[in-house]
């Protein structure tokens, strides 16, 4: 459990949280329909005026040297940080940064690096921090998935303070995807509505501060889980498997009627609400109040789950659930207790929840008031023998060289045919996903099965992220030969190879993916360690899966396991 | 229609990277959803571009490729009645 000491929500409503809160309470919306990014047709989103984000930024500093993206995480921490006593520039403070796409309007500058390690790296030292920063790119759960681990690495003692913030900007890049997925409602979105089409995107900055100490007098982080559904890369699970799972894992030993709000993801899809009303129904928190509140902001992607999240500590801590704008008549298989207007609420404790792309699903539980110990968890990982090493020029599997011929690209394919065979959906992935989908494959037969569908954790990392299907889904959007493909704009996520994984072994566990500014195997252990503080998590296949090109690729994972006492 | 349907096994396999399978083996009357090819809703998805690319036919509702994709010679009728290049 660690307390929030401080936030800020940057967004179009609003540069403080303050604002935004009294914005959507008198009922304001970000929306506007207009066209944007030279789409050829208008979309409904929320996005900053143009400018809009330089003038507040060089209003609070003169460090020139960042983009739209990493000025919006600067004006966000700056306002949260100016509400506490938190240094920044202290080794025990850590950053947390959430995002799903960072610069990627930026991927073709030449001589730019568009990492969202870079940027990461960049807003730390803007701040004095001498920590590498954790960057947490799990689609569209990474803000919540960001709080769950600055609170594992909280409790592991290495910090004080955590940092957590998150953000994303709109492009046409990003816009274009969604408009090949059928995602995107023409209008205002409806939130879990009969009529609901689609979901409306937006653009945000959100900033929580926690301190590794509990608070008596005010909001904590108390529990939190990431779950797979390991049923499709897209589609959310018909039965919201990991949702469920996330939620069961969260609500253990909590009386429903504690929870004064369930704070949905509610992007207005017809997929994902369903999914999401089915899973809130089997967790036993129907009857419980939910709202959802794109139909104010959008989604913000990874800001999201900290803006939300926000969002909800103010609205309890003034007696008041938010209404769901958008929302008019029951439009899910499973009622929910949703209301479009504002309603008072009671309660000192509400769940956060989000669902990705990849198959990710995470939950938290928010408390207000609670005992004022620090909790220091004693989770350790060991790492076993069992390892794999795929280089362009050839494989290692616990050490030992297979035989192969080829190199670059085909060698995954070799290895493929070799080792796999069966599995014709590896010629869909894209080549970070071969990678990772081959790499564990090949450590899988090695080591012994998981304890159970929901015990081994998939927590990979890299630089990159997923750019070199970036680059080949920008190539698709071009001015004079624009035709978006949604099969490799679903791969613009680094962790859609995590998803690929656990769909193959029916891994119901965690999946997470970092980005981080080099192989840091002492990082890793360290996050794979913080995973292990999730009660059901036994053993992880994690470590390093670059792949900046097709010919250009490291794959280096491990099988690490649960253990007591530090290796 | 005998060139149409063999284009667009062609491309299908292309485009939706139906690695080892070959225009014989796709039987134009089966369904390509659910049982035969494996197909899921990314790669319906991804027809959709293929049908405006290269055909200029622009499916809106998503819903509607149900009923276009039943089989290769539904979708080749619809191409053929529809076609705008």
Known sequence: ?567 | MDNLVKELKEEIIKVLNLEDITPEDIDETAPLFGEGLGLDSIDALELIVMLEKNYGIKLEDPAKGKEIFQSINVMADYVANNRKK
């Open chain 1, 1 to 567: 459990m660690i307390g929030v000491l401080a936030d800020n929500i940057y967004s179009p409503l609003g540069s403080t949280s303050e604002q935004n809160y009294s914005a959507v309470k008198s009922g304001a919306t970000g929306l506007r329909t207009a066209d944007a990014f030279g789409l050829g047709q208008p979309i409904t989103a929320s996005l900053f005026p143009d400018g809009q984000v330089d003038a507040d930024f060089d209003a609070i500093t003169a460090d020139c040297d960042m983009t739209k993206f990493e000025k919006m995480l600067v004006i966000s921490i700056t306002d949260a940080l100016s509400r506490c006593q938190v240094d920044a520039s202290s080794p025990r403070t850590l950053f947390v940064i959430s995002s799903t796409k960072g610069n990627v309007d930026l991927i073709d500058r030449p001589g730019f690096d568009s990492s969202l390690a870079a940027s990461a790296e960049k807003i730390a030292r803007h701040f004095g921090n001498p920590n590498t920063p954790v960057v947490v790119s799990n689609a569209c759960i990474s803000g919540v998935n960001a709080q769950i681990v600055a609170m594992r690495l909280l409790q592991s003692g290495q910090y004080d303070h955590a940092i957590v913030a998150g953000a994303d900007a709109q492009s046409r890049f990003i816009v274009s995807g969604f408009l090949s997925f059928k995602a995107l409602s023409p209008d205002e979105c409806r939130p879990f509505d009969a009529d609901r089409i689609g979901l409306n995107l937006g653009e945000a900055a959100a900033t929580i501060i926690y301190s590794a100490r509990p608070l008596a007098d005010g909001w904590n982080l108390a529990a939190g889980a990431v779950r797979n559904d390991a049923n499709h890369i897209s589609g959310p699970s018909r039965t919201g498997e990991g949702c469920y799972r996330a939620l069961q894992t969260i609500t253990q030993g909590v009386d429903p009627e504690e929870i004064a709000l369930v704070n949905v993801h509610g992007t207005a899809t017809p997929y994902n609400d369903e999914m999401e009303s089915i899973a809130l129904d089997r967790a036993g928190l129907a009857s419980r109040p939910v709202n959802a509140l794109k139909g104010y902001f959008g989604h913000t992607m990874g800001a999201a789950g900290i803006l939300e999240t926000i969002m909800s500590m103010h609205s309890l801590a003034d007696g008041t659930i938010l209404g769901t704008r958008g929302f008019g008549s029951t439009g899910t298989t499973r009622t929910v207790n949703i209301d479009a207007a504002n309603r008072p609420a009671s309660g000192s404790a509400f769940i956060k929840m989000l669902s990705g792309f990849g198959g990710c699903n995470a939950a938290i539980l928010m408390r207000h008031g609670a005992p004022t110990e620090s909790f220091v968890s004693g989770a350790c990982a060991r790492a076993t023998s069992h390892t794999v090493k795929i280089t362009p020029d050839g494989a290692w599997v616990d050490g030992e060289p297979l035989l192969t011929t080829a190199t670059g690209a085909d060698l995954i394919t070799e290895l493929y045919r070799a080792y796999v065979k069966d599995y014709p959906k590896y010629f869909k992935m894209d080549p970070l996903s071969r990678l990772g989908f081959v790499a564990s494959e090949l450590l899988l037969q090695k080591c012994p099965e998981a304890e159970a569908d929901d015990s081994r954790a998939i927590i990979l990392a890299n630089r990159t992220a997923s750019l070199c299907n970036d680059l080949c889904y920008q190539a698709t959007i071009s001015d004079d030969n624009y035709f978006p493909s949604p099969a490799l704009f679903v791969y613009t996520l680094p962790n859609i190879v995590t998803g690929e994984i656990a769909i193959r072994n029916k891994y119901y566990g965690e999946t997470t993916f970092y980005v981080l500014p080099s192989v840091d195997e002492a990082q890793i252990k360290s996050l794979v360690e913080a995973s292990m503080q999730d009660p059901a998590t036994r053993s992880a296949i994690a470590g390093w899966l670059e792949c900046p090109s097709a010919d250009d690729f490291l794959a280096e994972l491990t099988l690490y396991e649960k253990s007591t006492n530090p290796a």
